[in-house]
């Protein structure tokens, strides 16, 4: 069985400073590994995504994570926050059951992008 | 190409009501996906469908049944539904083909409150 923690539901940046969301993973097989932003009234976008390729993974927005095997976590960063990055982010693991992959989803990281 | 579509966005049921949420998707994916998503719970799977013809029950399958209708349609209905089923629904679909990385494409949800 697979789970995500996302610590902190909410995030306050400024406008231009870092982003940091956090999420930790528990898995019994080799993870993939995934980023969501929901936008208000949305569905789900994929952000970025690891797939036991490169550990430091690059996404749209300007937004990459690092697999970090021996923390069990897959940070999400951006260098400078800006006001269109305010959403709702979800961690999610991946694992295959029966025939199908099942993603499991943390509780989301609302981010606030003060000016 | 729409991605995954789902119909409607918005409904009101009264308690005892029965209803059918419709999904499709145009990417020719094999696997595809009922969620629902409720405030600090992340996104939770009701039931899935691996392939056209097999259908499984996700985290939280009672009170909903689905039906894998072809290959492009997943329908999930609420038979007899309940205020604790007032929540948003996401369709999601995903290749699961060797070499794929199995992240999920969304649709944009369905809105449903149960008085």
């Known amino acids: 069985a697979q789970s995500v923690t996302q610590l902190g539901s909410h995030v306050s940046v400024s406008e231009g400073a870092l982003v940091l969301l956090r999420c930790n993973y528990s898995?019994?097989?080799?993870?993939?590994l995934f980023w969501y932003v929901q936008y208000p009234n949305q569905g789900l976008q994929l952000l970025l995504k690891?797939?036991?390729?490169?550990?430091l993974v690059k996404g749209i927005n300007g937004f990459e994570a690092e697999f970090k095997k021996s923390e069990t976590s897959f940070h999400l960063t951006k260098p400078s926050a800006h006001m269109s990055d305010a959403a709702e982010y979800f961690c999610?693991?991946?694992?295959?059951?029966?025939?199908?992959?099942?993603?499991?989803f943390g509780s989301g990281t609302q981010l606030t992008v003060l000016p | 190409n729409a991605g995954v579509t789902q119909t409607p966005k918005f409904q009101v049921l009264k308690t005892g009501q029965s209803m059918t949420l419709q999904c499709a998707q145009d990417?020719?994916?094999?696997?595809m996906y009922w969620y629902r998503q409720d405030p600090g719970m992340g996104l939770r799977l009701i039931y899935y469908?691996?392939?056209?013809?097999?259908?499984d029950k996700g985290e939280v399958p009672n009170g909903y049944n689905v039906s894998r209708l072809n290959k492009r349609e997943f329908s999930l209905r609420l038979e007899s539904a309940a205020p604790s089923q007032t929540s948003v629904y996401f369709c999601a679909s995903s290749e699961v083909s060797g070499g794929g990385s199995y992240e999920q494409y969304f649709g944009p949800g369905t809105r449903l409150t149960v008085t």
């Open positions: 469908s691996a392939s056209e013809g097999t259908t």
């Open positions: 898995s019994s097989v080799p993870p993939y």
């Open positions: 990417m020719n994916h094999n696997s």
């Open positions: 999610a693991v991946s694992a295959l059951s029966g025939s199908a992959r099942q993603l499991t």
């Open positions: 690891y797939t036991s390729a490169a550990t």
